[in-house]
C-alpha cells in the first residue's frame, strides 16, 4: 500500500529555491549542469503535483 506524506515547509522552500536556480540564466555554469537543475526542477514539479493530486 502506497502512501504521500505532506510536504513540509522546509521541503516547500527548498523547491522554490530550486526553481529560481532553475529560472536563472547563469553564465558562469556549464550547460550541462544547468540542464541537470532545470530536470530536477521539473521532476520535484511532477512529483508535487501528483502527491497534490492524490493527497
Known amino acids: 500500500m502506497a502512501y504521500y506524506c505532506r510536504i513540509s515547509?522546509?521541503?516547500e522552500?527548498?523547491?522554490c529555491l530550486l526553481k529560481?536556480?532553475?529560472e536563472m540564466d547563469i553564465e558562469d555554469f556549464?550547460?550541462?549542469i544547468?540542464?541537470?537543475i532545470?530536470?530536477?526542477w521539473e521532476n520535484c514539479h511532477q512529483d508535487i503535483?501528483?502527491?497534490h493530486h492524490y493527497g
Request: no cysteine; glycine share 0%.
Open 38 to 40: 532545470k530536470n530536477a
Open 9 to 11: 515547509d522546509k521541503d
Open 34 to 36: 544547468l540542464q541537470q
Open 30 to 32: 556549464p550547460s550541462h
Open 13 to 15: 522552500k527548498s523547491i
Open 49 to 51: 503535483s501528483t502527491v
Open 20 to 22: 529560481k536556480i532553475a
